[in-house]
């Protein structure tokens, strides 16, 4: 029996842990709701921030503490600010001094900095001077400060710049690229990373600088898809990973590939186009972003909408739409973030499931993207 109620008690917090959450305000308040539309935790906080690592920031007698997915409280409000949880650990201010707390309130103990910054990718920045390096989890360096910069890690990668030049290391401190170029994309992706050195714009891929005929912009590659979009004289075409042009340039505008499909602009109106470059979503829209996973993209006409792969519009076009958030949904993408898309409409913020249904037909003052926890 002992045995059993173990077993029950860690599957329920399996599930709890698993659950997905949305930070929703009503009525001034803030709460949250499960993806049935229903309040796991009813609206009671005058603040509060998204789920993070199973605990969200709440605000209570204008002091921040950190509550699981029951509710409880984890971290006692004790804190004048907080941030998300990250690699197990949140930045938080108390008495004009920010540290690092894990799940527990527990302080992490790190060298000497001249700056705090987030955790990310299991690492976090170090500032001595005019240098950055990098720390770990275990609050020891692992880069000592070398770079003038370091921007944001993007799935293990970011990019870093000394004097003039960019390159790219992984969160170990490892150069994936060396740093020689003058411009270089923000996004690590095996098909390549666009750059430029001189006066030529080209792919980085597999150690080698492929440069691509007469472009003057490149944009990071998106996804699996093998291309990316390039400019060349005021015009948009697709290059592969060895900087040849596979779709000429010939839109005047254009976006990246997902699931087959790239929204491209033709005269003023946006279609969809293929990796062959033919045409399968005819040109009739003022605006369209590229396909979530799913398979649902935005159009615009005066307002926004969405539809799927074949064309067929399945929310239609009535709504504003909101981009992913970077920490969230760890992209720019706009649109559906997993199940449901975030909408707003002059009743307020509300999610559509992809058979275009308004959750728990209710619209909130806001409503922040579903969670994973």
């Known amino acids: 029996m002992k045995r059993l109620l173990t077993l029950l008690t860690l599957f329920s917090f399996v599930i709890s842990f698993a659950q997905e959450l949305a930070l929703v305000r009503e009525n001034d308040l803030f709460g949250y709701i499960n993806k049935s539309g229903e309040y796991v935790i009813q609206p009671q906080y005058e603040g509060a921030k998204s789920f993070s690592e199973g605990l969200a920031a709440v605000e209570k007698d204008k002091l921040w503490g950190y509550i699981n997915t029951s509710g409880d409280w984890a971290i006692e409000p004790i804190y004048d600010k907080v941030k998300y949880f990250n690699s197990g650990?949140?930045?938080?201010?108390?008495?004009?001094?920010?540290?690092?707390?894990?799940?527990?309130?527990?302080?992490?103990?790190?060298?000497?900095?001249?700056?705090?910054?987030?955790?990310?990718?299991?690492?976090?920045?170090?500032?001595?001077?005019?240098?950055?390096?990098?720390?770990?989890?275990?609050?020891?360096?692992?880069?000592?400060?070398?770079?003038?910069?370091?921007?944001?890690?993007?799935?293990?990668?970011?990019?870093?710049?000394?004097?003039?030049?960019?390159?790219?290391?992984?969160?170990?401190?490892?150069?994936?690229?060396?740093?020689?170029?003058?411009?270089?994309?923000?996004?690590?992706?095996?098909?390549?990373?666009?750059?430029?050195?001189?006066?030529?714009?080209?792919?980085?891929?597999?150690?080698?600088?492929?440069?691509?005929?007469?472009?003057?912009?490149?944009?990071?590659?998106?996804?699996?898809?093998?291309?990316?979009?390039?400019?060349?004289?005021?015009?948009?075409g697709f290059v592969n990973s060895k900087g040849e042009w596979v779709i000429q340039p010939i839109y005047k505008k254009a976006r990246a590939f997902s699931n087959g499909l790239a929204p491209v602009v033709e005269n003023k109106d946006w279609g969809y186009i293929n990796q062959e470059g033919k045409t399968v979503i005819d040109f009739q829209y003022k605006d369209a972003e590229i396909y979530s996973e799913n398979g649902f993209a935005p159009v615009k006409d005066k307002d926004w909408g969405f539809i799927d792969t074949k064309g067929n519009l399945i929310i239609p076009m009535e709504y504003d739409i909101t981009a992913g958030f970077a920490f969230l949904a760890g992209n720019n993408d706009k649109g559906f973030l997993g199940d449901f898309a975030r909408i707003k409409s002059k009743e307020g913020w509300g999610f559509f499931n992809t058979k275009g249904e308004l959750l728990g037909n209710k619209w909130y003052q806001n409503a922040e993207p579903f969670v994973k926890n």
């Open 89 to 236: 650990y949140a930045l938080v201010l108390k008495e004009d001094r920010w540290r690092y707390i894990d799940s527990s309130g527990k302080e992490l103990e790190v060298p000497s900095t001249d700056k705090f910054y987030d955790f990310e990718d299991g690492v976090a920045f170090i500032r001595q001077g005019d240098k950055i390096g990098l720390i770990g989890t275990d609050g020891k360096i692992v880069l000592e400060p070398t770079y003038d910069e370091i921007q944001s890690f993007r799935d293990g990668y970011a990019k870093v710049q000394n004097g003039e030049l960019w390159g790219m290391i992984d969160n170990k401190g490892k150069v994936v690229i060396p740093v020689e170029y003058e411009e270089i994309g923000n996004t690590w992706n095996e098909a390549g990373v666009y750059g430029k050195k001189g006066a030529d714009f080209g792919i980085i891929h597999n150690g080698s600088f492929n440069v691509i005929a007469g472009a003057d912009k490149v944009w990071n590659f998106h996804g699996n898809s093998g291309l990316t979009y390039a400019r060349k004289d005021k015009l948009t």
